[in-house]
C-alpha cells in the first residue's frame, strides 16, 4: 500500500465516528432539538463497549451494549429537553460533563489495555482486489459500509421521501405548524433524542472496538465537538455530512501517518491541524451561505415547544 | 338564543361556554348557534373573546365548561387533531406554515392519508389535483416564503378543505391582505358556504363584515351581545354594539387646517432595490413639514416598506438623499434618532422585543436620557414611572407589566408602540400602517394620537394601505405605484376615484 492509498484507507475508518454521531444529530437537529453532549456519550458509549469485550464472544455483543448505553442516555436528555423544556444548550453541556466523567470512571479497570474483541475488515470479493482503489474504499469493517453507505441512503430517503421526513422537517422550522396539522411534536423530538443517543453510542464503539482497539480516558479527543461541527458544515444534509466526515478523517489519518513515518513537523501542529481545519471550514460554509435561505440552521433549534404560547 | 333565520336545524350548537385564564374571563357563558352553508362574521373589539371561541373550537384552547355540537353530535376536541377529525378547519391570523417548505410538503404535512413513501413528482401531482378540486390555484413546488401572502393563505384554505373540513374557521383573515386579495377571498368564501360549508368569519372591519357575512354575532368582553341579519345590521348600529359606546371613524374626520412650519423630511430622486434585489424605488421625490400629515396612498408593496426602512436608517438606497431634520439627526439617518418616531410595519420585528417586559419596551427608545438613567445606570422608579404613563396614555390592557410583552394581544402591542414612538417623535414620526389589525376603539385611539401630535407641530409621514384611512388623516396625499409617485393631492382637492386609479397604476388619471 502507498502512502496515498494508506492516508485514505485510514481518512474513511477514523471518519466512522463523526458518520455515526453526526448523523444522529442531524436528524435530530432537524426535528429542532440540539445535543451538545456528543462528546459525553461517545465516551461513556466507548468505555462500555470495551468492558463489555472483556465477556463478550463477538464484536456485535459489545456494540449492542454502546448502542444500549448511548440510547440510555439519549432518554436522560429527552426527559430533560423535551418533556421538562429545560435549556438544550446548558443541558447539552452538562450531559457532555457527566459522559466523559463517567466513562472516566467506568473505564479504570480496562484502561491501556488492549479490546478482546475487535470489528475486523471485511474485504469486499472482487472489488478489492482493483489495484489502489480496493485497498482504499473496499477493505473496511461492516460498521465503515453500513455507516458510509446504507445510513446515509436511509437518512436521505427518511428525509425526502416519505411522510414521516416531512413531519420530521416541519417541526425543526414550524413546530406551532405540524401541531396545528395533527404532527406529535413531542413524540418525533423524544425519538429522535434517543436515536441520536443511540447513533453516538456506534460511534463510541466505532473507535474503541474498530480503529483504536482499547479504552483510553483521551480516545474521544473532541470528536463529538467535531461531528457538531460537521453537521453545521455540511448543512443539516446526510451526503454533505459524509464528505464533511471523510474530510476530517482524512485530517486525523495525515497526522498519523505523518508521525508514524517520522515527516519533519511537530507532532503539535499535526495533532492541531483537525480542529483548526475545521474551525475553518465552518466559518467558510457560514460565510458563503450567509443570506440563503434554504441552508440556514432549522429555524426551531434549540428552542423548546410549548403549546398555548401565543 | 337568537332565533335562527334559517328552517334547517343548526349545524353548530355553543352553549353556555366559558373560558378562564389565570384570573381573565375571556368567555363568559357564550351561547350562539351557526347554519350550514352561512357565513357568520364573529365581531368584537381587540380581547372581546373573538379568537379564545373559535381556539376552543378548532381544539387548541379546552373550554371550562359549556356544550359545543356538530352536526347534532356532542364534540370534545383534546387538540387540534381531533379537531380535524371532526370537520373542524382553522386558517389561523398568523399562518401555520413552514416558509422554507413547498406548497406540496405543507399540504401533507401531519396529514395521516398522505402516502408514506412518495417522490416530489408524485407529491406535486397529487398537490395540483386537490388544489384544482377546489379551484385555489398556487404552484405546488413553490416554496411558502416564495409565495405572497395572499397566496399563503389560499394554502392554508387548500389544506383544511382537503381534510375534508365542513366547518372553516378565518382568524381576520383580510388583516394582511390586499384589497384584490380581499375581494377574491370573498369570492372562495361564498363560493365555499354556497357548497354547503359553515364558514366563521372573524373581522375588526365593519365594511366587510356587511360585505360578505349573512349573519353577524357580536362579543364584548367575553360576553355574547347579539346576533344580528347582516342585511339588518349598519356600521354604526355594530360599531355601537362592539363598543357600548357612540365611537365611530368618522369622529375624527374634521381636522382643521394645517399649521405648517419647517421642513422637518426631504426626500430627493431616491432609487433603492428590493431585499430580492429588484428595483423597489425609481426616483422618490417628497418632503414632510412640522404641523402637518402627509398621507401615502398605494397597494402594499409598491416601495412604500423600502422607502419606510431608508427614512429611518434601517436600509439604503442606492442613490438620492433623505435628510430628516430633528433635534438629533445625522445625514444619511441612523436608527433611533432623537426627535424621530417610527411605528413600523412589522411590530415584532422592528419595535418590540417579545420576550422582554411590557415595562422594558416601553422605555427602549428613551432608557439611557438623563431622566431614566445617570451614568448609564438605570433608574429604575423613574423608569416604572415612564413606562406607566406610556401605558396609560396609550390605554394598554396589561395584566402584568413584567410579564414578556409577547403575551399581550397584538392590539394591545400596536397601542403600546404607536403610544411609545409618538412619545419620542418630537419633530417627526413616521407611521407605517399603525392601524392594521385594530379594533375600532384603539383604531380611534391611535389616529387621535398622531392628530395630537400633528397639532403639537410635529411632522407626520402615514403610510396605510387603507385608503379610507389616508384620507380621513392627510393633509396632502401622494400615491405610489411600482416605486414611483403618480399622484399628488391636497386635502381640498380629493378625489377618491382619482386616487383609486392611480393606485391601481392607471398613469393617466394623473392628468385629468
Known sequence: MNTFTNIISTAIDAGAVIVYAGMGELLLERTGVLNLGLEGIIAIAAASAVIAAQWATTPFQALAIAILVGAAMGVLFMLVTVVFRANQVLSGLALFLVGVGMAGHLGGSVTGNPSPVTFEAVPIPLLSEIPHIGPMFFEHDPLVYFGYVALPIIVWFVLNRTRHGVNLRAIGEEPSAGDATGVSVMGIRAFYTVLGGALAGVGGATLSLAFTPGWTPNVVAGRGWIALAVVIFAMWRPWRLVVGATLFGALISVSFIAQDRGWDIPGQVLNMLPYLITLALIVLAVVRNRGTRATVAPAALAVPFFREER | MPADTDSLPPFVTIEGLTKTFDQLVALDSVSMDLAPGEVHALLGENGAGKTTLTNVLAGIYRADSGVVTIGGETVHFRTPADAIHGGVGMVHQHFQLVPTMTVSENLFMGWEQAPRVFSTADLNERSAEIIEEFHLPVDPSARIFELSVGEQQRVEIVRTLARGAKLLILDEPTAVLTHEETEELFTVLRRLADGGRTIIFISHKLKEVLEIADRITVLRAGKYMATIPAQDATVDSLAQLMTGSDVSLDDIEDIGPAEVGEQVLEVRDLHALSSRGLPALRGVDLTVRSGEIVGIAGVSGNGQTELAEIIVGI????????????????????????????????????????????????????????????????????????????????????????????????????????????????????AVHPTRGLDVQATVEVRQTLQRRRRGGTGVLLISDDLDEVLAMSDRIVVMYDGEILGRSDRANYDRDQIGLLMGGHREAANT
Open chain 2, 315 to 430: 436600509r439604503e438606497g442606492t442613490s438620492g438623499s433623505v435628510r430628516v431634520t430633528a433635534s438629533g439627526t445625522t445625514e444619511p439617518p441612523i436608527p433611533g434618532q432623537d426627535g424621530v418616531g417610527h411605528i413600523p410595519e412589522d411590530r415584532m420585528e422592528h419595535a418590540l422585543v417579545g420576550e422582554a417586559s411590557t415595562t422594558r419596551n416601553a422605555v427602549t427608545r428613551r432608557y439611557l436620557s438623563d431622566d431614566l438613567s445617570s451614568r448609564r445606570w438605570l433608574r429604575w422608579g423613574a423608569i416604572r414611572e415612564y413606562a406607566k404613563q406610556v401605558i396609560e396614555d396609550g390605554r394598554v390592557q396589561v395584566r402584568e407589566v413584567n410579564a414578556p410583552v409577547a403575551q399581550l394581544s397584538g392590539g394591545n402591542q400596536q397601542r403600546l408602540v404607536a403610544t411609545r414612538e409618538a412619545k419620542v417623535g418630537d419633530d417627526f414620526l413616521l
